[in-house]
């Protein structure tokens, strides 16, 4: 009998690797330094209300540092590379998301909005500010810089994994949350839709908190591959960038190590036959 009970003890205690779905497309939404508490129950932001009960909220959804910039910087490589203010960078080096994405054939591409032309390399433009647009400090990477009217209609034709960057006045940094609601409404939704229909995912993020809330965000998931739900599991941009390589199969960068993957969400593969 007592080793029937250890063996049934670590059978309860042993956990099989969840099967992360593997989605044809996936777009992320990052908007600017409003923490969960102003977002959620916002009369002032019924769509994100809308689409957060359409999908998952993550209600402990965590920044990783402040201001803006290293935030950007650390969902797209896995590492703020040491940089702590917003300053206009001239150069990043080593692997990044796009990278390791190309190497095993996916695609990557970022969507800025007022980017004023393909590969644009300024620190600004209007309301565009290259502080949020990690890839543009990775020179190499040029091709894949897109201005948002580059967003293509067609979501079959979209990359693997795109970043969508709103500009200042539509991202909550300059303008009002009502302002950036307005905004994922009039040009997030129809892919929103599209993707509860599709192998697709939205994420809508948020880079930081307005410094109040201890670095706590709002994250939403949208899309086929999950069902919808509050999840209290703790995640961050490296807890992201994990889950996109085990999805795809990549290489861990930087820190997203040392994060698990985001689990009980998804909506589990058909087995192939």
């Keep these: 009998m007592r080793y029937l009970l250890i063996a049934l003890a670590l059978v309860a205690n042993f956990s099989v690797a969840e099967t992360l779905p593997r989605p044809d497309h996936i777009v992320i939404v990052i908007e600017e330094n409003h923490a969960f508490q102003q977002i959620i129950g916002n009369k002032d932001a019924p769509y994100l209300n809308t689409l957060a009960n359409r999908g998952v909220l993550f209600t402990n959804s965590f920044g990783v540092t402040h201001p803006s910039q290293p935030n950007y910087i650390a969902l797209f490589s896995g590492s703020t590379h040491d940089v702590t203010n917003d300053d206009c960078l001239t150069e990043l080096s080593g692997d990044n998301l796009a990278s390791i994405l190309q190497a095993k054939s996916y695609t990557f ?51 693997t994994v795109a970043f969508v960057v709103p500009d200042q006045n539509n991202d909550m940094h300059d303008g009002s949350i009502n302002q950036a609601d307005t905004w994922l409404s009039q040009n997030i939704e129809q892919y929103a839709q599209w993707s509860l229909s599709h192998n697709s995912l939205l994420i809508v993020t948020w880079d930081e908190d307005n410094g109040a809330f201890d670095n706590k965000i709002t994250t939403i998931f949208v899309g086929s591959v999950v069902k919808p739900a509050r999840s209290a599991q703790h995640i961050n941009h490296y807890s992201l960038l994990h889950t996109f390589s085990d999805m795809y199969g990549l290489p861990y960068l930087g820190h997203s190590v040392d994060q698990k993957s985001i689990g009980g969400i998804w909506i589990t593969p058909e087995p192939t036959r």
């Design 109 to 159: 591409s970022i969507f800025s909005v007022l980017l004023p032309q393909p590969g644009f390399l300024g620190c600004a433009d209007g309301a565009y500010r290259r502080k949020h647009n990690p890839l543009s400090n990775w020179k190499s990477l040029a091709a894949f810089n897109q201005p948002f009217s580059a967003f293509p209609q067609d979501f079959t034709k979209l990359p």
